[in-house]
């Protein structure tokens, strides 16, 4: 991650001194997208909150104190308190912790199966991919929902359950964006000409197909993250996620939907907070995007 | 390396071909795509393939590669000299031994043939690195500058740096050029390998290509539809139509004294002062037709001014391999 670095303007849109060399002169080093230095900056700080819960929050974010119930926004309680007394800025805080790790675990083990299967699938024999595809179609179909569910049942409701079981339903997702990147990148001339050249299959799989596809895989692991905090919530609120009390954006969502009409700002921050979460990991991704692909870095730095 | 060792075995006998292909035939189900291609190729000899559009040119060059695409199946012989198997029986493993050392090739499209996302000096550098022909990263590096030396592109190191989209076609063709010469191979397949350029970076192409077969001796098979270019590099042709060779001869004797009726056409229809008394160029009635569709017998005979009844039959080859025509009636000839 890029860090707190000054914004430099639309990037890149201003020429720069120097820029007046003829166009595809290697620049030391190229402007970065604003998308990534937004949603660098978004991810960064959730992380960060989420790092400061282990060692400080206002106040303890389990800790239920009956007099304090549904206060406003004040001094001391920066976003009101819930129902049961607890600060609500501490348990967002806290919740980032849930957030995270859900949605890089799932998103994780989707990406790490779901990636190879797809380049494996897109190099083997047509048949063969067809066939393992029309089966990854029906994975596809079953509800995630459903199976987190079903793994509640089996394992007992938990975090990680949760998260296992969105991680393996968003498998097919990856397989799928893969394996039409691998089949789009395997028809073009220049894996004809390294396979000309004597490379063999595994190499032009790992040196040109994954290269080539990585712009698609982030996008769809930014998507999915979001789908992922939000499929969270969805099961903690059913019972089958985070359990009480540990907070969660999710549950904290869902609890404060009731209050909804007396207490809005209870439902205000989770909710800003997956948004923000969620903005900030579509940013990253686009820009992770715009800045590995060579070709749009110089549209930019040219045009 | 077995390369050289072959070369000093046989030190560039013209009578050893590199490369010879026999009766090679493509088909997909029942379509058959490539019929008995036969001719073989002589260190450091120039081989021109031409025919129009269909005519299974390209298919030609990657069967002999062993890159056809899944679904094509081919048959008779490709000989590679010092391999004793035959290259289309050969594992997938051992052909992409071969592949890159032994046999080049540069394609159509340089705008497309070349990895976007490496930089170029890279791709040349791993051609080398992928068949063990260098020492280590940085001989590589140093090799493929001088590779992109070789083909005359100006400032290598810093080319050497760039991404194919920051070079223009000529530049990227050249790269290919590097790419597919890195190894010296003993076959090096140019498949309309200046159609996509200018004319004025046409000619310096053609310079480059002609000047690296002939340091390495290279046999070079030449495929164009264009006769002026492949009559300033090749010293013989081989005429394809509708899968088969119609005729093959030395590019001088093929071009004056054309014999096939195909050969005819395609000859009148690059003729540019050549105009009918409406002023119009001339040109081979017809089309090609789509893939195996040819009609039995005579492959051209629905486009031929000569053909008739005896046409129905396949006519069969005249003369030697290299030096011949598949006609009932090839001009020059007394009839019947």
Request: hydrophobic share 45%.
């Amino acid at each position: 991650m890029s860090g707190p670095q000054p914004l430099s303007g639309p990037s890149g849109q201003v020429p720069v001194p120097g820029e007046d060399a003829p166009p595809g002169i290697t620049r030391s080093r190229r402007s970065l997208p604003a998308s990534l230095l937004v949603g660098a900056t978004l991810v960064a700080s959730i992380v960060v909150v989420a790092l400061l819960s282990f060692v400080w929050t206002p106040h303890d974010p389990l800790l239920v104190q009956g007099a304090q119930r549904l206060q406003g926004p004040s001094g001391e309680f920066w976003f009101g308190t819930d129902r049961f007394g607890r600060d609500v800025f501490s348990r967002l805080m806290y919740g980032a912790r849930t957030t995270l790790l859900v949605g890089v675990v799932a998103v994780g083990i989707a990406g790490l199966i779901g990636t190879p299967l797809g380049v494996l699938m897109g190099s083997s024999p047509r048949v063969l991919g067809e066939v393992v595809m029309r089966f990854n179609d029906l994975l596809l179909a079953f509800p995630a929902l459903l199976l987190a569910v079903m793994f509640g049942a089996v394992y007992g409701s938990s975090t990680l359950t949760a998260m296992v079981a969105i991680g393996i339903a968003t498998i097919p997702v990856f397989a799928r964006v893969a394996r039409s990147g691998t089949l789009q990148v395997l028809s073009s001339d220049y894996v004809l000409a390294a396979r000309s050249a004597g490379r063999t299959k595994l190499a032009i799989a790992v040196r040109h197909v994954l290269p080539n596809i990585s712009g698609l895989v982030i996008v769809q692991a930014s998507v999915s993250f979001a789908i992922a905090v939000l499929a969270e919530a969805a099961l903690s609120f059913l019972g089958f996620g985070t359990q009480p009390p540990t907070p969660s954006w999710g549950r904290m969502l869902q609890e404060a939907q009731e209050l909804v009409a007396v207490r809005p700002a209870q439902a205000v921050a989770p909710g800003l907070a997956i948004a923000l979460a969620v903005l900030g990991f579509n940013l990253l991704g686009d820009g992770l995007r715009d800045r590995l692909d060579p070709r749009l870095d110089d549209r930019r730095g040219t045009e | 390396m077995s390369a050289d060792a072959l070369a000093a075995a046989h030190p560039q006998d013209p009578s050893v071909s590199v490369l010879e292909v026999r009766d090679l035939t493509v088909a997909t189900g029942g379509h058959t795509l490539l019929e008995d291609v036969t001719f073989s190729l002589g260190p450091g000899e120039r081989v021109g393939l031409i025919g129009e559009s269909g005519s299974g040119k390209s298919l030609t060059a990657l069967a002999v590669m062993g890159l056809l695409p899944e679904g094509l199946t081919a048959g008779g012989t490709v000989q590679l000299r010092g391999v004793e198997t035959d290259l289309l029986r050969i594992g997938e493993r051992e052909r992409s031994g071969l592949r890159g050392r032994r046999l080049g090739m540069v394609f159509q499209e340089p705008m497309t043939a070349l990895n976007p996302l490496m930089r170029v000096g890279h791709q040349v550098a791993e051609v080398l690195r992928i068949h063990g022909t260098v020492d280590d990263r940085e001989d590589a590096t140093r090799r493929a500058q001088q590779l992109l030396a070789d083909v005359e592109l100006p400032d290598p190191v810093r080319i050497a740096r760039r991404y194919p989209h920051q070079l223009s076609g000529g530049q990227r063709q050249r790269v290919m050029l590097a790419m597919a010469l890195a190894n010296g191979p003993d076959v090096l397949i140019c498949d309309e390998p200046t159609t996509a350029l200018d004319v004025t970076v046409q000619a310096q192409m053609l310079q480059l290509i002609a000047a690296g077969v002939a340091d390495r001796t290279s046999g070079l098979l030449f495929i164009s539809h264009d006769l002026p270019v492949v009559a300033t590099v090749c010293e013989r042709l081989l005429v394809l139509y509708g899968g088969r060779i119609v005729e093959a001869g030395p590019t001088h004797q093929l071009l004056t004294r054309p014999r096939h009726p195909y050969t005819e056409g395609l000859l009148a229809a690059s003729d540019l002062e050549a105009v009918d008394d409406q002023g119009r160029l001339p040109t081979i009635p017809g089309a090609v037709p789509p893939d195996g569709r040819f009609p039995s017998g005579c492959v051209f005979r629905n486009r031929c001014p000569r053909g008739d009844e005896a046409c129905t039959v396949w006519p069969g080859w005249t003369g030697r391999e290299d030096h011949g025509v598949a006609c009932w009636y090839p001009s020059g000839a007394p009839h019947g």
